[in-house]
């Protein structure tokens, strides 16, 4: 009787902790299907040339309309830019600086120190140019939703044509991985959107890709780093283990 | 306990004038200990290892945060982004709090299961309680410093739950707020305790060590040791065994912290903190969960923060609930079943608290809430006076000598329960 009950509990808790995941995520969106990221795994890393692609296409299409704004230019040399393509990008945009001697404000160009320049002065301006929903900062998207890259892949490509039986409210657009389905951002990929310099078709699936992992990167650019010291951390740890292990049965061993 | 003698000059100087030496040599050496501890007497020391980690990874992080609603956000994600190794820093830490909450409570379960809090040990305990619920408001506060969406909303549940206070609970809520809802006083007032509960810890964890060296470690056959063969002195034997699973455990931190440092976390928080906008589920860490469902369990608000506080209240006269002489619940066939009972009925309550209090989650919750504390307010005196314990071996030795076996696993039953 005790064994069977034993097992009747440890099967009872496994059932438990495998329900757990599903009964916490029971939205009503579906949930989005698991991509393969190169940057996943143990050893995994970013995609270099799928990085830039992905900075093109937020510079190009989303930074209309969402900031970035703890990224810097400077970050961009992360993502194989050189040095003088990550200036350029920054001299691209003018920024507000000052007061100078005369204790005026002025605009310049940006400089590789400076923090990507946002696409609206504050929050009030950017729901007033968007319907009075408010693009929400790219920084963090990756980490703020969960499972945030498969999702925000899943948002870019979910846009269908709502079900007959939905009324869309004025200036929204169906997407079938929104919670609630009603998004304010109209579709922002369209094919051919952007140009890729490395000839890759700019076909929406190629540009979400991309832009996510880009997304994906922003949140962490320590990612790679954090994996890399993880993996000698835990290759010290794990030797050093087995030595204390050898130790410990040789001073216990004239106890047992 | 006759002072060592000490070969270098400067130490045995030292030691005549001020017995340090002899004591550590006495405390942490010669100290003598059963000899048939497994595996579940290292939580104590893992323990204590997390909270040196929580303290000097803390104090580092308190050189690059910012305490003020407009920058704390902004700081820690300065932390991950700029500041050299920051995030493993602030990784360390944040999946550190998760680790020292593992060990602790794999700790209170071990001595729940042994019977560690019997006389003579109910100071221990109590100790031992003492710290846990220093170490929920230390992480709790600590979890409000980065100020995303779940610090913010976090903070104002919890001390909302103070409002149910008969009388002073407005004004208690005012003074933890220092204003008149969570903001920049709430912010300051939490980063000042969250620096200073931890070395409170410290100060009970030595208490703790003291209660506990004052009769030594309990054991797995929960008897006392008869004499020198019962037990071990501390180094080099279990200095050697915790150091090892110091190793096993350390991997398991490192795996979360370098390979799945969010897993613990909630998506939520990395949007920053906004008053005007709630999140859909407001959750506590995982570590809180339990509580937070025995909270949400009771209709009425000033009944379940009540129960809530009256679930580690319980534990207090736990020592007084279970009057089996009988310590370990290898020799306790029904206290050996109602325990797993209980560890299961935890766990349900942790599932309960992840989720929205509706339907079928309300009624589980509330079932497990009740057996919570009828697990320690009726099963346990029933069990004091009805259950028979199988007989006890006459010496820790005993056990230990026959084939090495019986000190591991489960005990072969000596008669039919
Ligand atoms: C009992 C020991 C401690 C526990 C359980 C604890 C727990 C926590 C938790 C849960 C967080 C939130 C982590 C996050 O999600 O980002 C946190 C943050 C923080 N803690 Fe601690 N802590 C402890 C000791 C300390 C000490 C001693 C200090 C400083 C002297 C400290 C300084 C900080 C700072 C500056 C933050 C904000 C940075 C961040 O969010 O990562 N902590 N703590």
């Not at chain 1, 438990?16 to 143990?42: D, I, M, N, R």
């Not at chain 1, 003018?94 to 001697?101: E, L, V």
């Not at chain 2, 909630?266 to 407001?282: G, L, R, S």
């Not at chain 2, 209709?299 to 006269?317: R, S």
Request: proline content about 8%; hydrophobic content about 50%.
């Amino acid at each position: 009787m005790r064994p069977a009950n034993a097992r009747m509990f440890r099967a009872g808790l496994v059932a438990l902790l495998l329900a757990l995941p599903f009964a916490a995520t029971a939205a009503e969106a579906p949930k989005p299907p698991p991509q393969p990221w190169s940057y996943q795994g143990v050893f995994g890393v970013f995609d270099r040339p799928a990085l830039q692609r992905g900075f093109l296409v937020y510079k190009q299409v989303c930074s209309a309309c969402h900031s970035m704004s703890r990224l810097s230019y400077r970050n961009l040399l992360q993502l194989g830019f050189d040095e003088a393509a990550a200036a350029g990008f920054a001299a691209e945009v003018q920024i507000a600086d000052g007061p100078n001697d005369e204790g005026e404000m002025y605009d310049r160009p940006g400089r590789l120190s400076d923090r990507f320049k946002k696409p609206f002065a504050n929050e009030k301006a950017a729901r007033a140019s968007n319907n009075g929903a408010y693009p929400p900062d790219l920084s963090l998207m990756a980490k703020a939703r969960p499972v945030g890259a498969d999702y925000s892949f899943a948002l870019l490509t979910g846009y269908i044509n709502a079900p007959s039986n939905v009324q869309l409210m004025e200036g929204m657009h169906y997407n079938k991985y929104f919670p609630g389905f009603q998004i304010a951002m109209a579709p922002p990929l369209a094919e051919n959107a952007v140009e890729f310099p490395d000839g890759t078709p700019a076909s929406i699936e190629n540009m979400a890709r991309d832009v996510v992992q880009f997304l994906a990167w922003a949140a962490e650019p320590k990612m790679e780093e954090r994996k890399r010291i993880g993996v000698k951390a835990m290759l010290f740890v794990l030797v050093l283990t087995a030595l204390l292990y050898a130790v410990k049965r040789k001073v216990w061993a004239a106890v047992h | 306990m006759s002072a060592p003698e000490f070969r270098n000059g400067l130490v045995r100087w030292i030691d005549h004038r001020m017995g340090i030496f002899s004591f550590m040599h006495h405390e942490l050496h010669e100290y003598p200990t059963p000899k048939n501890l497994n595996y579940f007497w290292n939580f104590g020391s893992l323990a204590g290892f997390m909270l040196v980690v929580m303290i000097v990874t803390g104090i580092f992080l308190a050189m690059n945060y910012t305490p003020h609603v407009d920058h704390a956000f902004d700081s820690v994600e300065r932390i991950m982004r700029d500041v050299n190794y920051g995030w493993m820093l602030r990784f360390l830490h944040a999946n550190g709090a998760s680790f020292f909450f593992i060990a602790v409570y794999i700790h209170l379960f071990r001595g729940l299961y042994y019977g560690s809090y019997k006389e003579p040990r109910e100071l221990l305990w109590m100790l031992g309680l003492v710290i846990l619920v220093l170490m929920m408001a230390t992480a709790f506060m600590g979890y409000v410093l980065p100020w995303g969406q779940m610090s913010f909303w976090g903070a104002t549940v919890i001390t909302n739950l103070f409002s149910a206070i008969p009388w002073v609970g407005e004004s208690i809520v005012t003074l933890l707020w220092g204003g008149f809802s969570v903001d920049n006083p709430t912010l300051n007032r939490f980063f000042s305790l969250h620096y200073l509960l931890p070395f409170a810890i410290v100060g009970v964890v030595v208490l703790h060590l003291w209660a506990l060296h004052t009769h030594g470690s309990n054991n797995p056959v929960g008897i006392d040791t008869k004499g020198k063969q019962d037990s071990l002195p501390f180094h080099p034997y279990y200095t050697a065994k915790d150091l090892f699973g110091l190793g096993i455990f350390v991997l398991f931190y490192f795996g979360f912290t370098f390979f799945a440092p969010d897993f613990f976390g909630e998506p939520d928080n990395y949007i920053p903190a906004n008053p005007m906008v709630t999140p859909a589920h407001i959750v506590p860490e995982w570590y809180l969960l339990p509580y937070y469902a025995i909270l949400r369990s009771v209709p009425d608000k000033l009944g379940g923060v009540l129960l809530m506080f009256g679930a580690i209240g319980v534990l207090f006269i736990l020592p007084w609930l279970d009057r089996s002489p009988v310590r370990s619940a290898r020799f306790r066939p029904i206290y050996k079943q109602v325990y797993w009972l209980l560890v299961a009925d935890c766990l349900v309550l942790g599932w309960i608290g992840a989720n929205p209090p509706d339907g079928m989650f309300i009624v589980i919750g509330r079932a497990a809430t009740v057996y919570y504390f009828a697990h320690f307010l009726v099963l346990l005196p029933l069990l004091s006076v009805f259950e028979r314990p199988l007989p006890l071996p006459a010496s820790i030795s005993e056990p230990v000598l026959k084939g090495g076996g019986a000190a591991g696993g489960t005990v072969k039953p000596m008669e039919k329960a």
